[in-house]
């Protein structure tokens, strides 16, 4: 994937005239690499960052034509608007492995879920090490295997990418079968009709005092 950028001088609290008209301030880092300070077409990189999110490779073109190899590190956004702050891309070199999480995909529908059971998502996530054309875009979980309480699929089971090294336990659960919690049910309280006390009866003979 490619996308159009910007060399930019304006910093700090200025880069809100770039937002304005429609531009990200982002930043370019990498070992061995000056930093790069961009704007970058705000459009443009949602429609990109949809599609590749962070474990597929950005080729950044900027203003001299030169086309720098990048990860998206960090998406910064605004936590009322939602709109994205700023941008931190990784360099990288095409012929050094690095390490990255990609993620996972649920795709299917589980038996268990039509039997009244619940899913818990343990891992949304995987750890890879690779060189950056053998990583995978997304792991996918089939869930049709999936009927009774206990059930589960583990890292082991997924399927493996070529080149591509997992860098969590293969026993790690990614998604198990859990029975639903009950429903405790709450005790009627009972209306029962309250006790008098005893009170001596009108017939009751009562002591008379005795005159010294």
């Known amino acids: ?34 930093n790069l ?30 086309k720098i190899p990048t990860l998206i590190s960090d998406v910064s956004c605004n936590p009322i608007t939602k709109k994205i702050n700023s941008i931190d891309f990784r360099k990288i070199k095409m012929d ?20 009244g059971y619940m899913l818990v998502n343990v891992l949304k996530e995987i750890a890879v090490e690779a060189l950056p054309n053998d990583i995978p875009h997304r792991f996918q979980i089939n869930l049709s295997t999936l009927e009774n309480p206990g059930d589960g699929i583990q890292i ?3 399927n493996k990418f070529k080149n591509v090294k997992i860098l969590v336990p293969l026993d790690m659960v ?7 919690a ?9 209306e029962t009709a309250p006790t008098t006390a005893e009170t001596p009866s009108a017939e009751q003979p009562v ?6």
């Open 207 to 212: 002591a008379e005092s005795k005159k010294p």
């Open 156 to 158: 082991a089971d997924i």
């Open 174 to 180: 990614i998604i198990t079968v859990v029975e639903k």
């Open 1 to 34: 994937m490619e996308l159009n950028t910007k060399l930019r001088a304006i910093l700090g609290k200025k880069v809100k005239s770039l937002r304005a008209r429609g531009e990200i301030p982002a930043e370019v880092f990498g070992k061995d690499f000056k």
């Open 37 to 66: 300070h961009l704007s970058v077409p705000e459009k443009e990189f949602v429609k990109i960052y949809k599609e590749a999110g962070e474990n597929t490779i950005v080729n950044l073109s900027t203003d001299n034509k030169n």
């Open 182 to 190: 009950k429903e405790k049910e709450e005790p009627v309280a009972t």
């Open 96 to 115: 050094e492995k690095i390490q990255t999480k990609v993620p996972i995909e649920l795709i299917g529908e589980a038996p268990a879920i039509k039997s």
